[in-house]
């Protein structure tokens, strides 16, 4: 039996705190239901690299729960950036293959020098 598993979301988000929480989709499936995209700075967590990926702001996704029921659901902001990334990565997406601007791409302590975290990954 083949299928694909993806997980994504936040028991808490301070940035975005009326996101979904942790949500465990089974073969989902992506649609992209309008042109119009959002430049945003997305993380790369197992390397601390960010860039700006461009990524529609309106999309339906669906999956499978596990008594075999199909579920639908529609994203929009800063949910359908999660899903969109999360299925990137289920899908083989390589992310610089999104990157449309390489001046906007690099480790986090040199594009955000001041910023917390940054001092964490230098450190590390």
Known sequence: MDFRLLIFGFDE???HPDEK???TLINPWLE???DETEDGWEGVSQSAVFAVWCRAIHIRY???LEDGTERIREARGFHARVFQHEF???SDVLH???IQDMTQFGFIEA?????PLAALEADA
């Open 13 to 15: 988000n301070l940035h």
């Open 21 to 23: 929480p942790v949500t």
């Open 32 to 34: 992209v239901l309008t």
């Open 62 to 64: 669906r999956d499978t």
């Open 88 to 90: 990137d990565n289920l």
């Open 96 to 98: 610089r293959q999104r």
């Open 111 to 115: 594009l955000f020098p001041d910023w």
